[in-house]
């Protein structure tokens, strides 16, 4: 019930805007898009595309717009399939042909190496200076805890053990946040390509 309530003042809101002026209704659509509202910014496509003349240049930039901004909501880099000719569409396809995005090309090492080896992972990654960080914080507990359990300490050596496991598991986290905020930087800039290539007024973006 939200939604269709969501739509119907959608429709309340747009549709005259369209009759009035398409090219401001669609630069309403794409600063929502930039503000983060992405779902918004779809929603309000989409009712621009329903009462757009088919065949026209206008709707041939709305229903690309929609489409892009589904694939960033989705971080898609896979193309819908086209109803019919659409320019916009065609040169951003023709965009991402010639520049493939790589994605998740350091994640899973970075993570293995991660939990190999305190560091490594940050240092796969080129971040020398998380990787000495992370390396200053588990290597000495690493060596207090060899040290303490070849000494027979006992509770001391739980003790190391188990703020060792801590912080291990933080830089651990720590890499695998890394990884994951390159891989969304990329896909960005990557969608960012896209969208200019396509020829398409407006950014979506701040």
């Known amino acids: 019930m939200k939604r269709i309530g969501y739509i119907l003042l ?3 809101a747009y549709l005259p805007a369209c009759h009035a002026d398409p090219a401001a209704a ?3 659509a794409v600063n929502m898009a930039a503000q983060g509202d992405d779902q918004g910014a779809i929603a309000s496509l989409g009712t621009l595309i329903e009462v757009m003349p088919m065949q026209t240049v206008w709707r041939q930039r709305l229903l690309a717009a929609q489409q892009l901004i589904h694939m960033r909501m989705s971080h898609q880099t896979l193309f819908p399939a086209q109803s019919g000719p659409n320019q916009h569409m065609a040169l951003a396809a023709a965009y991402a042909a010639m520049h493939p995005l790589l994605q998740d090309a350091k994640r899973w090492p970075a993570t293995l190496l991660a939990v190999i080896a305190p560091g490594a992972g940050h240092a796969w990654q080129g971040r020398w200076h998380d990787a000495g960080m992370a390396a200053l914080m ?3 507990m690493l060596i207090l805890t060899a040290w303490a359990a070849k000494r027979r ?3 001391v050596t739980v003790f190391f053990a188990l703020i060792t496991v801590w912080l291990w598991s933080g830089t651990v986290f720590s890499s695998i946040s890394l990884a994951e905020r390159a891989s969304a930087e990329a896909y ?3 969608w960012q390509g896209v969208w200019q290539a396509s020829g398409l007024p407006g950014r979506p973006w701040s």
């Open 26 to 28: 669609y630069r309403h």
């Open 188 to 190: 960005m800039a990557w």
């Open 10 to 12: 959608v429709l309340l």
């Open 138 to 140: 588990v290597w000495p």
């Open 153 to 155: 300490m006992g509770p």
